[in-house]
């Protein structure tokens, strides 16, 4: 279990936003935080820190320059999201990202396309492509991915069958419990256990992390074998958890932390 840091881009900045807000309109927009330092500066405290499976999404348009300016920190240490295509995605290698992540490309009108995820994965090598199944609970239980930046929902359920499908072209998962995610209201742990149990690639949770008592039910209900993520809650972006201390997992969870 590791703690594996972000980068959220928006609009060009490092910003920390509700999940549930994000769309194309600014007056709708929950930000929770918005940095005054480059985005290198994270990127180069992380792998000062040897926190390695840290990410920079690009949420929207305008931040290009930015997410280059987080992944030339240092080269091949950061992972990117964010409009991610077979057509761009050599691009971002080339720019010095560790794998792309992919979420929203996989998806034609809310559907699933097979035939997408060939050419996504004749572009991109197996163990340079993460995909991002970020997904909201439904009323009957299941898990329906999202995409366009957690703005649709698709019809795309998780189950044992979607990651084994997937995990077919790629070597982890990147998931965002999008209905608490930005929220620091505790985590969703269903889904925390379905993933422990449905998925044996490597996957990194986020979404409602406030406390340290959060990240011991991530351990617990994901059997120590789920990653974590913490956005809004750190205090590196105006949250309670320190992130010394978080430093702390990056191998096995430490129960005396």
Same mark, same amino acid.
């Given at each position: 279990?590791?703690?594996?840091?972000?980068?959220? @881009?928006?609009? &060009?900045?490092?910003?920390? $936003? /509700?999940? *549930?807000? #994000?769309?194309? %309109?600014?007056?709708?927009?929950?930000?929770?935080?918005?940095?005054?330092?480059?985005?290198?500066?994270?990127?180069?405290?992380?792998?000062?820190?040897?926190?390695?499976?840290?990410?920079?999404?690009?949420?929207?348009?305008?931040?290009?320059?930015?997410?280059?300016?987080?992944?030339?920190?240092?080269?091949?240490?950061?992972?990117?999201?964010?409009?991610?295509?077979?057509?761009?995605?050599?691009?971002? @290698?080339?720019? &010095?990202?560790?794998?792309? $992540? /992919?979420? *929203?490309? #996989?998806?034609? %009108?809310?559907?699933?396309?097979?035939?997408?995820?060939?050419?996504?994965?004749?572009?991109?090598?197996?163990?340079?492509?993460?995909?991002?199944?970020?997904?909201?609970?439904?009323?009957?239980?299941?898990?329906?991915?999202?995409?366009?930046?957690?703005?649709?929902?698709?019809?795309?359920?998780?189950?044992?069958?979607?990651?084994?499908?997937?995990?077919?072209?790629?070597?982890?998962?990147?998931?965002?419990?999008?209905?608490?995610?930005?929220?620091?209201?505790?985590?969703?742990?269903?889904?925390?256990?379905?993933?422990?149990?449905?998925?044996?690639?490597?996957?990194?949770?986020?979404?409602?992390?406030?406390?340290?008592?959060?990240?011991?039910?991530?351990?617990?209900?994901?059997?120590?074998?789920?990653?974590?993520?913490?956005?809004?809650?750190?205090?590196?972006?105006?949250?309670?958890?320190?992130?010394?201390?978080?430093?702390?997992?990056?191998?096995?969870?430490?129960?005396?932390?």
């Amino acid at each position: 279990m590791r703690f594996r840091p972000c980068i959220d @881009l928006h609009r &060009g900045r490092v910003k920390q $936003i /509700v999940g *549930s807000s #994000l769309s194309d %309109d600014d007056a709708r927009l929950v930000t929770n935080f918005i940095a005054t330092e480059p985005p290198s500066y994270y990127s180069n405290l992380y792998y000062s820190d040897g926190l390695a499976g840290a990410h920079v999404i690009m949420l929207g348009p305008g931040n290009e320059e930015a997410a280059r300016n987080a992944l030339g920190a240092h080269l091949g240490f950061l992972q990117v999201g964010g409009g991610i295509t077979p057509a761009n995605a050599q691009k971002w @290698l080339d720019a &010095g990202a560790a794998q792309v $992540i /992919v979420t *929203s490309f #996989l998806f034609v %009108d809310g559907k699933f396309s097979p035939e997408r995820l060939r050419l996504l994965a004749a572009a991109v090598p197996r163990e340079k492509l993460v995909l991002d199944l970020s997904c909201r609970p439904l009323e009957d239980g299941s898990y329906a991915v999202c995409c366009d930046r957690w703005t649709h929902t698709t019809q795309l359920r998780l189950s044992p069958e979607t990651f084994a499908m997937l995990g077919e072209h790629c070597c982890e998962f990147l998931i965002h419990a999008v209905a608490v995610e930005g929220k620091q209201s505790g985590i969703d742990e269903t889904l925390v256990r379905n993933l422990s149990e449905w998925c044996d690639l490597p996957i990194t949770y986020a979404g409602g992390i406030h406390t340290l008592a959060d990240i011991q039910a991530i351990e617990r209900f994901g059997n120590g074998r789920i990653d974590f993520t913490v956005g809004s809650a750190l205090d590196l972006f105006g949250g309670p958890l320190r992130y010394a201390d978080l430093k702390k997992f990056t191998g096995k969870f430490l129960a005396n932390a």
